[in-house]
């Protein structure tokens, strides 16, 4: 019998994660406590205050780690270390996901708070046990009650956010995962528009994310069955030595991938995306598309990197077909669409594509030539890209209205461009930077990932890839063409003016869009320097 | 003693749960399918903690049926207020998001 030792937890390195958590706690208990009248801005003030905080923590920490070890960051080596008993990794790549989820959490809880767009509630149900179309909804509208729920619920969907990439063991990556869906799931059902659209998109996407989160949990007890330890590096360990029991090894890697490309939506896993993405809260639209899939991603790296980098040869393959399909899928079905939001959803499959096409390069930096970058740096600069365009155009559609609300089909977007210039301006730089155009950071992330992939081999993948965006550039212009070149259907759209929330997350959208994409070097930078996944 | 027929028996109650969640068509009982995926895991990693004589299974399976209990508070709320909506608890008549 072994004598229990009190397990150390770096409280000092988790900082960042205890902080958000901790305010989703404290937001609860404010829920309870607090005057009903003063309960939007406590909420609001409380998570901004929140978030921005764990944003100076991830500052603090990363600083205080390249100090622990100037001499590894200079080549691009791992540095950090392993938290809470080797469940959680702090590392550079930790640390700068970390940063990526805390800013579009930050941006996206301002567009949570955004209450003048629709005279002064938030885009959540006033009360979302009321039935829609009742006596009870009208009288919920009438005294303009609101959930202030949604921003703890926000706050634990983010906390998970930070825990999934950092995960260093099967178990704590299934937890996080989790702890970032249920919280996403509720949210997803509590539109103040359309109620039966986002209840029935609340329905499928728990559904499926419940039947994608059984897949990654037996896929860990067989990765568990195999290897006997549920850590990473036990993992990678039984990989590079067992040779019996290849069979569970394998059944196990495409068990967890199907979990995970669920989260990053990739096809053929992508069925949920549509769906999801246009009955949701578009505040919460705009959030999810961005946090998720950065946080997945990461999640997706430090598994294949990290578990079973030595098994690159079993699971490379399957990834080829898989960002091959997303991309060609993801594009195709983008072109046959006439919403708005369900088209920036696939446009989404087809990024996810483009993603994973980085994944599929060279891991190490000592096998790379000077000046080159690795397949992880390519990555997490284009989740930094992608997230901030993403999230950047989806707040574009929350203000696009008529009379019912938000307007998301195409055919009410004609004549846009007459109508309110700059908005439409500034959709239109977000499509180019999603078709990847040169000067936007679209095309820098994408020339990372495809030139990854490249160096790795990949040529069919980036061939499609390429294909893939050459006919994306049609569907994106398609709708700029729409914008600016066709009358407006009858009184045509109205363009509602936001509060300076709103306001302030396009423009840092689209500032970091632009200057991504002129000035890239200081971004490339910080995630060279970030270094490698600690093992 | 040998442990195969427990993880036989796991992967069995696996597939059982996967082709329900597929096939079925009530909400409540597609759910009821994923809980039988999940505790069919918590089958197989109790048996590979005493195949491998280390307790990270067994940890691991207290771990999913609290997880599986948060999932059922949110999931049962969701499709509670689905059902108090449409007066229907399939998965089929929920049928607005499409192309």
Redesign the interface.
């Given at each position: 019998m072994t004598e229990f030792v009190k397990p150390s937890l770096d409280y000092f390195q988790l900082l960042p994660l205890l902080v958000v958590f901790g305010v989703a706690c404290v937001g609860v208990v404010a829920e309870a406590f607090v005057p009903r009248a003063y309960r939007y801005v406590t909420q609001t003030s409380l998570t901004l205050v929140g978030l921005v905080a764990a944003l100076a923590c991830t500052v603090v920490v990363a600083l205080d780690l390249s100090e622990d070890s100037d001499l590894a960051h200079a080549d691009g080596r791992a540095h950090g270390l392993v938290a809470a008993v080797g469940t959680v990794a702090v590392d550079g790549p930790t640390l700068f996901l970390w940063g990526l989820i805390l800013v579009l959490a930050t941006l996206g809880a301002m567009l949570f708070g955004e209450r003048r767009l629709d005279g002064g509630v938030s885009a959540f149900a006033g009360q979302a046990a009321a039935l829609p179309g009742t006596e009870g909804e009208r009288e919920a509208s009438t005294r303009g009650l609101e959930h202030t729920e949604v921003y703890p619920l926000m706050l634990f969907a983010v906390s998970g956010m930070l825990l999934f990439p950092a995960s260093n063991d099967l178990l704590t990556m299934f937890v996080a995962l989790e702890i970032l869906s249920l919280p996403l799931y509720l949210l997803c059902g509590l539109a103040r528009r359309r109620r039966l659209l986002s209840q029935e998109a609340a329905m499928k996407y728990f559904l499926l994310g419940a039947f994608s989160s059984a897949f990654f949990l037996y896929g860990a007890a067989l990765l568990y069955g195999y290897a006997g330890s549920m850590e990473l590096a036990a993992i990678s360990e039984a990989v590079a030595g067992a040779t019996e029991n290849r069979a569970m090894l394998l059944v196990g890697t495409g068990l967890l991938a199907v979990g995970l490309l669920f989260k990053v939506g990739a096809a053929p896993f992508q069925a949920w995306t549509p769906d999801v993405y246009q009955g949701a809260p578009t505040p919460l639209t705009a959030f999810m598309a961005a946090a998720t899939k950065v946080a997945a991603f990461g999640a997706l790296l430090r598994l294949l990197y990290v578990g079973l980098g030595n098994d690159r040869w079993s699971w490379a393959p399957m990834l080829w077909v898989v960002a091959i399909l997303s991309m060609v899928v993801g594009t195709l079905l983008a072109l046959t669409q006439n919403d708005v939001k369900r088209l920036l959803a696939y446009s989404s499959v087809a990024h996810t594509g483009f993603i994973l096409t980085g994944v599929l390069g060279l891991q190490g930096a000592d096998r790379i030539a000077e000046g080159e970058i690795t397949s992880l740096q390519a990555v997490l600069f284009y989740l930094a890209t992608y997230g901030l365009m993403t999230l950047g155009a989806f707040a574009v559609v929350s203000l696009v209205r008529d009379a019912g609300g938000e307007t998301t089909h195409l055919s009410r977007w004609a004549g846009l461009g007459k109508e309110a210039p700059f908005v439409a301006a500034v959709f239109a730089f977000f499509l180019l930077a999603m078709a990847g155009i040169p000067l936007t950071s679209g095309f820098i992330g994408k020339w990372a990932v495809f030139s990854v992939a490249l160096a790795a081999g990949a040529w069919p993948v980036v061939v499609a890839a390429v294909l893939a965006s050459a006919v994306a550039v049609y569907l994106y212009v398609k709708v700029i063409v729409l914008m600016y070149f066709r009358e407006p259907v009858g009184d045509g759209p109205s363009v509602a003016t936001p509060s300076v929330l709103t306001a302030v997350a396009i423009s840092v959208g689209a500032a970091a869009t632009l200057v991504l994409g002129v000035v890239p070097g200081p971004l490339l930078d910080l995630v060279a320097r970030a270094g490698e996944f600690i093992r | 003693m040998s442990l195969t027929p427990y993880?036989v028996l796991?992967a069995i109650l696996?597939t059982i749960?996967?082709v329900g969640?597929l096939t079925r068509r009530n909400?409540l009982v597609?759910?009821m399918c994923?809980e039988l995926?999940?505790n069919?895991?918590n089958l197989?990693?109790v048996?590979?903690a005493k195949?491998?004589g280390?307790l990270?299974?067994q940890?691991?399976a207290f771990?999913?049926m609290v997880?599986a209990a948060?999932?059922v508070v949110?999931?049962l709320?969701?499709?509670m207020?689905?059902f108090?909506?449409?007066r229907s608890a399939s998965?089929d008549d929920?049928?607005?998001?499409?192309?």
């Open positions: - | 993880i796991s696996f749960g996967a969640v909400a597609v759910f994923v995926m999940l069919a895991c197989a990693l048996t590979f195949q491998h280390n990270d299974g940890v691991a771990f999913v997880v948060a999932e949110v999931g709320a969701i499709i207020t689905i108090r909506t449409r998965v929920a049928s607005l998001l499409k192309y």
